[in-house]
């Protein structure tokens, strides 16, 4: 039966100025939720590594972080999400790495040309006065503080309190070192921009009407503050995981497994849906019907109710991204197709049960 999941993903989120990993808390704790991995790293003399010498970082080491991450976990195929400075950052990584991003996005953030800086767009002319007042005068000359205060970003009243005392001051060198891009990010499948429309910094705007005017780019507006994972961390979440999957192999062997979801057949489906989601670290569930059955998919379990006697019993959904490769293994292994394989609504689906006597459903989504 086709499931409504998606297929999980890798995300990488990078904070702007000021912030920390800590500002995309509710995000990951959604899309985690929903079974997807998220890294949400905080940047070099920020938040919890604010000790860190400043007159050391620059952009280039933000970059270098991203890129080791990258290294570190092998991230392949990810979404990769840069919130205000983190533009910087991500377009630097985006044009080193573009083979291991499925989707770059831009979340209310600068989106650099060859050869600018941060400062070029966020503090042109006569505004970049104060801020060097402040950085000699609190920063020692390498440091941008005291951090604009929450605010600033036209945060929700109720967090204001918490993002204050959680922001920290800023290296300086970061906010002028010139990027040197090429063209490597046009390699990208999926670009995107994402604008907060209660905010209104013109700077920003300015980014957002560009955005708009670039072929092929997925734009969307979402009322909230400038730090949307804060306001509107649901809706944020939600765009995230619209955004399609690339699957861009490069150079590396990749499984052919994106994800698996346990069917569980249950009595009483309202009653067992508390303790999935609590099993899951989930409270939204997606109630569906499929033929006779009443169905409910929480994380990474597909609850069953109803009678099952015209229904092949399954251990689990396995999404794969070639549904022709996984029949293939099945039957070379001496297992036997049951069902399919076919199209459904979701994409490619074959009922196979295995030399051991397990039956599974693969499912190869749209777009895999």
Same mark, same amino acid.
Request: glycine content about 8%.
């Given at each position: 039966?086709?499931?409504? #999941?998606q297929?999980?993903?890798?995300?990488?989120?990078?904070? *702007?100025?000021?912030?920390?990993?800590?500002?995309?808390?509710?995000?990951?704790?959604?899309?985690?939720?929903?079974?997807? @991995?998220?890294f949400?790293?905080?940047?070099?003399?920020?938040?919890e590594?604010?000790?860190?010498?400043?007159?050391?970082?620059n952009?280039t080491?933000h970059i270098? =972080?991203?890129?080791?991450?990258?290294?570190?976990?092998d991230?392949?195929?990810?979404?990769?999400?840069?919130?205000?400075?983190?533009?910087?950052?991500?377009?630097?990584?985006?044009?080193?790495?573009?083979? @291991?991003?499925?989707?770059?996005?831009?979340?209310?953030?600068?989106v650099?040309?060859?050869?600018?800086?941060?400062?070029?767009?966020?503090?042109?002319?006569?505004?970049?006065?104060?801020?060097?007042?402040?950085?000699?005068?609190?920063?020692?000359g390498?440091?941008?503080? +005291?951090? +604009?205060?929450?605010?600033?970003?036209?945060?929700?009243?109720?967090?204001?309190?918490m993002?204050? &005392?959680?922001?920290t001051?800023?290296p300086?060198?970061?906010?002028?070192?010139k990027?040197?891009i *090429?063209?490597? !990010?046009?390699?990208?499948?999926?670009?995107?921009?994402?604008?907060?429309?209660?905010?209104?910094? +013109?700077?920003?705007?300015?980014?957002?009407?560009?955005?708009?005017?670039? %072929? *092929?780019?997925?734009?969307? &507006?979402?009322?909230?503050?400038?730090d949307?994972?804060?306001? !509107?961390?649901?809706?944020?979440? @939600?765009?995230l995981?619209?955004?399609?999957?690339?699957?861009?192999?490069?150079?590396? +062997?990749?499984?052919?497994i #994106?994800?698996?979801?346990?069917?569980?057949?249950?009595a009483?489906?309202?009653?067992? #849906?508390?303790?999935y989601?609590r099993?899951?670290?989930?409270?939204t569930?997606?109630?569906f019907?499929?033929?006779?059955?009443?169905?409910?998919? #929480?994380?990474?379990?597909?609850?069953?109710?109803?009678?099952? %006697?015209?229904?092949?019993?399954?251990v689990?959904?396995v999404?794969?991204?070639?549904?022709?490769?996984?029949?293939a293994?099945?039957? =070379?292994? *001496?297992?036997?197709?049951?069902?399919?394989p076919?199209?459904?609504?979701?994409?490619?689906?074959?009922?196979?049960?295995?030399?051991?006597?397990?039956?599974?459903?693969?499912l190869?989504?749209?777009?895999?």
């Open positions: 039966m086709p499931p409504l #999941i297929p999980a993903k890798t995300f990488v989120l990078v904070h *702007g100025a000021s912030h920390g990993g800590w500002c995309y808390d509710r995000v990951a704790a959604i899309l985690r939720s929903q079974g997807h @991995r998220v949400a790293p905080t940047l070099a003399g920020l938040a590594r604010a000790s860190m010498d400043a007159r050391r970082i952009l080491t270098e =972080e991203i890129l080791a991450l990258f290294e570190a976990e991230l392949h195929n990810a979404v990769l999400c840069g919130h205000s400075y983190g533009g910087m950052v991500i377009a630097g990584v985006a044009d080193r790495i573009p083979d @291991r991003i499925d989707s770059l996005v831009f979340l209310d953030a600068v650099p040309e060859n050869g600018k800086c941060m400062n070029d767009y966020v503090f042109p002319g006569w505004r970049l006065v104060p801020i060097l007042i402040s950085v000699w005068l609190f920063g020692r390498y440091k941008l503080t +005291p951090p +604009p205060p929450a605010w600033f970003f036209n945060v929700n009243k109720a967090d204001r309190a993002v204050d &005392e959680r922001l001051g800023h300086f060198k970061t906010l002028t070192e990027i040197q *090429g063209s490597g !990010a046009d390699r990208i499948p999926n670009h995107a921009y994402i604008y907060a429309t209660n905010w209104g910094n +013109p700077q920003i705007t300015k980014q957002y009407d560009l955005a708009k005017r670039c %072929d *092929g780019w997925k734009v969307f &507006e979402v009322e909230s503050g400038h949307v994972m804060i306001d !509107a961390p649901q809706d944020l979440a @939600r765009i995981d619209s955004l399609p999957l690339g699957f861009v192999q490069g150079d590396q +062997p990749m499984t052919n #994106i994800r698996m979801v346990a069917n569980v057949t249950v009483d489906l309202e009653a067992a #849906i508390p303790l989601q099993l899951a670290g989930e409270e569930v997606k109630r019907a499929y033929k006779n059955l009443n169905c409910a998919n #929480i994380g990474p379990y597909l609850l069953l109710e109803g009678a099952m %006697d015209d229904h092949i019993s399954q689990a959904t999404l794969v991204r070639s549904a022709a490769e996984a029949q293994a099945v039957e =070379e292994a *001496g297992g036997r197709v049951l069902e399919g076919g199209e459904v609504p979701n994409g490619a689906r074959v009922v196979m049960e295995h030399p051991d006597g397990a039956v599974f459903e693969y190869q989504p749209k777009g895999a």
